[in-house]
């Protein structure tokens, strides 16, 4: 089955212990991004790769990292979490294919204490 | 920039009756793509509708439509025959193959179908 992968869909922490949100997909996807949905801002986009190693920032990069290993992979690293930093996660893949849209995971409900 | 404006934080339709919702967005492109998503309670992100910039026949997928209007950079749509199954969050968005291939996303709709 087609699918984005997320793990973990819930995690609680605390301010500045450094978190890991993997994301998987197994399409063969050249495009990789990471959203973040507040409520009132819709999606935001927080870093995307377009191929592997090749990452670029989105619109709202700060205390976010990412790398792109292996095509499947993009995790989402955050290094010092910070309570600004609570919301709801999405991972998405897409084929560099205009007309293609995006495949999201399943989300991660973070919340930083 | 790429901007995508949904005006409507909240709409509502009774079950049966036909709803649109508006979206509008601001590129100086003449070739992209725009879809609209349905996010239900689950939170999963599902494609509902996409449309072609260079098509000007209005995609249509079952009970949903749009009418994209390229000129007024309107891409709007219609849910007929709402069902209860249709309350969710709707977010309209737009790719480009340009410099970063990005999406962009409005900041949704959320639609509560009345029994």
């Known amino acids: 089955e087609a699918q984005v992968t997320q793990n973990p869909r819930y995690l609680i922490t605390v301010t500045g212990k450094k978190l890991t949100v993997t994301c998987s997909q197994n399409?063969?996807?050249?495009?990789m991004s990471w959203y973040r949905q507040d409520p009132g801002l819709g999606l935001r986009q927080i870093y995307y790769?377009?191929?592997?190693?090749?990452?670029d920032k989105g619109d709202v990069p700060e205390g976010y990292k990412v790398s792109r290993k292996e095509k499947r992979n993009f995790p989402l690293i955050l290094e010092s979490p910070s309570p600004n930093q609570t919301s709801l996660y999405f991972c998405?893949?897409?084929?560099?294919?205009?007309?293609?849209?995006?495949?999201f995971g399943p989300g991660t409900r973070l919340t930083v204490l | 920039a790429q901007t995508v404006t949904q005006s409507q934080p909240e709409m509502s339709v009774q079950e049966a009756e036909t709803v649109t919702l508006s979206c509008t967005y601001d590129?100086?492109?003449?070739?992209?793509?725009l879809f609209w998503y349905k996010q239900p309670p689950s939170r999963q992100m599902i494609l509902v509708i996409r449309?072609?910039?260079?098509?000007?026949q209005n995609a249509t997928e079952n009970r949903f439509s749009v009418n994209f209007q390229k000129a007024a950079k309107s891409f709007s749509l219609k849910i007929s025959d709402s069902q209860l199954g249709d309350a969710a969050m709707y977010f309209c968005a737009y790719r480009w193959l340009g410099t970063g291939n990005q999406f962009y996303f409005g900041t949704g709709t959320s639609l509560t179908v009345i029994p």
């Open positions: 790769s377009m191929n592997v190693e090749v990452t």
């Open positions: 449309q072609e910039a260079y098509k000007q």
């Open positions: 399409m063969n996807h050249e495009y």
């Open positions: 998405a893949s897409s084929a560099m294919i205009s007309h293609n849209e995006q495949f």
């Open positions: 590129t100086s492109e003449s070739d992209y793509y």
